[in-house]
């Protein structure tokens, strides 16, 4: 079954790709436009499909031209519009921001290019980039892009643990930091996370330093002012790495996810334009993390190539205090705002006063990602925030998928958008819902397993250094279909609703981390004997953390402990929440994961089928336990 479609060379054709044998199969160019005219939405078919053929038609003709993912973001918009605003960096200070220009971007990135490559940096080399969000950071990706290196961006809040082994798995030779980042008013020395990282990194060469808190420029900026400001790109292949980005898979090492050119450039910047309506001269602000795939999808890519204006944002939802989003909204006039659930439920906890208090009138879309929004949340997102009067776009889509693959637009103008409901998928989507049989489930009104049966251009290409785990992951419990560890349910007007993982990836604040990787360092604890981690519904994050201890272990100081190895291996924000201490098991020795979660979540009538359970004593253990913790932690 060929699955992975991608734009070739000179993008005069499309070709499929064999997953297994990764041999291209030519088909022509108007694959996807078959793809779009076999979508739910037939009535605007038509219409989208002339939409994407033009925009095909452009890409086309500058990728022929020019064959750079640079080009196509930097180039022709500094040639058109070199004043024109592209990233506006919204410092942690609020009143502080940094607006620099398409051709200041473009000089940036030619700089940095130069200098990368002058100091070695080769087409196929991949450049690790551990920075929080920052004009420079930006210009490190692009610059990478313009002399064809692969990035790795490292979220600048994993430990050094987890940055080397991200490192060492990229086989990165150059990493580019900054001394310190600053966050919430807190400032934390990222250049000795590196430090500790590298130690044990034998493939890297050199690390270039950004000074963040220095007043003059120095480090990486000095370096670069001695830099021509003409950089001739790299031709690249439709198909050359663009980039590598890490993420969580269901064991315990990170999957560095590989996208390339083309098709993702594409992906990126057709699901801006038309899931937020985005219009020339609107200013998009999406609040993630340049570390994840929200910020490169749609902070930097999909925004640069339609020559957008982005921000660029470096602070948190509640520093100074709960109205700084909407502070920031007043103050750069933002019209599409695209943010993840758990900060609106964490503002929504502060009340309307602090939404109320800005002028929003800018706004006209209004975005949500990264986990299910549920409906309280939503409502008060859209009645509050959008005074009722902004589209509510729940997005759903993974590092995999490159971009947006369902939310309720584009639609018809004022089709009906339901709480809660990514909804409509993206053209060229076709979803199915497998069943427990791995049969596709045909009925509207139905749930299963979320799977894509169709290729689309944005879609990863491999697993860095093992792409039969990615054939493995994707394509073999369901084969012929792109399974994307999901559950959804298809509502009687054939609509999407996204249920959760059906794997053991949990989601911690709109982040998505292992289950394992947390156990891996709970269980680095020396008094733990084994552990088990699963995700509880919680109003801001949920992690549960079910602990057995070993015989000796004293207690005293577990859960700091605990804590500690998390955030030392990979971040704070993964720490539990909550701790117990025994697992029930099958049989074979498995953990029963499914009636830990039920636990965590206090739905004891819903544990389900006990039968398999080597000791059925150990779950009343564990109600117990939990109880009794419940009832500790009651103010
Ligand atoms: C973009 C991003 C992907 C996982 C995904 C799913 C969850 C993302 C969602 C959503 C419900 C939405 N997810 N968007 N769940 N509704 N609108 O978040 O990528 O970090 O790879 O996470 O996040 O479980 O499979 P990534």
Request: hydrophobic share 40%.
């Amino acid at each position: 079954m060929a699955l992975g479609l991608c734009l070739c060379g000179n993008w005069t054709s499309v070709r499929l790709l064999s997953v297994s044998t990764r041999e291209p199969l030519l088909v022509p160019l108007t694959v996807w436009g078959k793809v779009i005219t076999n979508t739910p939405a037939k009535s605007a078919c038509f219409f989208f499909f002339l939409i994407l053929l033009n925009a095909l038609c452009e890409y086309i003709a500058s990728w022929q031209k020019e064959k750079n993912v640079f080009l196509n973001c930097l180039d022709r918009h500094a040639l058109s519009s070199p004043e024109k605003v592209a990233l506006i960096w919204e410092k942690d200070e609020p009143g502080s921001e940094v607006k620099v220009t398409y051709r200041q971007l473009l000089e940036m990135t030619c700089r940095a290019g130069n200098l990368l490559r002058r100091r070695g940096v080769k087409k196929g080399d991949c450049v690790t980039i551990y920075m929080p969000p920052c004009p420079l950071a930006v210009a490190s990706m692009l610059a990478c892009a313009r002399i064809g290196a692969a990035h790795n961006v490292v979220f600048a809040g994993f430990s050094a643990e987890a940055l080397a082994e991200r490192i060492r798995d990229a086989q990165s030779s150059t990493v580019i930091t900054v001394n310190e980042s600053v966050r919430g008013g807190k400032v934390t020395r990222l250049k000795d996370t590196v430090d500790e990282a590298v130690r044990g990194c034998p493939t890297v060469r050199q690390v270039f330093v950004a000074m963040r808190t220095d007043a003059q420029p120095s480090g990486i900026l000095q370096e670069m002012m001695s830099e021509d400001v003409v950089c001739e790109p790299a031709a690249m292949d439709s198909e050359d790495v663009l980039f590598l980005l890490y993420t969580s898979g269901s064991t315990g090492k990170p999957k560095g996810l590989v996208h390339t050119q083309a098709g993702y450039l594409l992906y990126a910047a057709l699901t801006h334009k038309y899931v937020f309506d985005y219009r020339d001269g609107d200013v998009f602000g999406c609040v993630a993390d340049i570390g994840w795939i929200t910020g490169h999808s749609y902070v930097v890519y999909g925004p640069l190539a339609n020559g957008g204006t982005s921000v660029l944002f470096e602070s948190t939802p509640i520093y100074p205090d709960p109205g700084r989003y909407w502070e920031m909204v007043e103050r750069l006039k933002i019209n599409q705002f695209y943010g993840a659930p758990t900060a609106i439920r964490l503002l929504l906890k502060y009340g309307d006063q602090w939404v109320r208090k800005y002028d929003r009138s800018s706004l006209r879309t209004l975005g949500s990602v990264g986990e299910p929004i549920n409906k309280e949340a939503w409502e008060w997102y859209h009645a509050v925030v959008g005074e009722g009067r902004c589209p509510v776009v729940d997005t759903w889509w993974q590092t995999e998928t490159g971009g947006i693959c369902i939310a309720p637009r584009p639609s018809e103008p004022h089709a009906e958008i339901v709480p809660g409901m990514a909804m409509r998928p993206f053209f060229g989507i076709k979803p199915a819902l497998m069943d427990g049989e791995g049969r596709a489930v045909t009925s509207d009104d139905g749930s299963g397993a979320l799977c894509l049966t169709q290729p689309w251009p944005g879609m990863a290409r491999s697993i860095h250094n093992d792409h039969q785990r990615f054939v493995d992951t994707y394509f073999k419990t369901y084969p012929g279909y792109f399974f994307t560890g999901d559950g959804a349910r298809r509502s009687e007007e054939g609509y999407y609703q996204i249920t959760g993982r059906l794997d053991d990836v949990i989601n911690v604040s709109g982040h998505r981390v292992g289950t394992a990787e947390i156990e891996d360092a709970v269980n680095q604890c020396s008094a733990v004997a084994e552990s088990a981690v699963v995700g509880c519904a919680h109003p801001v994050k949920g992690v549960y953390a079910f602990v057995v201890l070993k015989q000796d272990a004293r207690e005293a100081g577990l859960v700091a402990q605990i804590n500690d190895s998390v955030s030392d291996k990979i971040a704070k924000y993964a720490c539990p929440d909550h701790f117990v201490r025994r697992l029930p098991k099958t049989r074979s020795g498995k953990i029963m994961r499914r009636v830990l979660r039920k636990v965590a979540e206090g739905d004891l009538d819903g544990l389900g089928d006990l039968s398999t359970l080597d000791d059925p004593a150990t779950v009343q253990e564990v109600i117990r336990g939990h109880r009794d913790l419940a009832a500790e932690r009651r103010p």
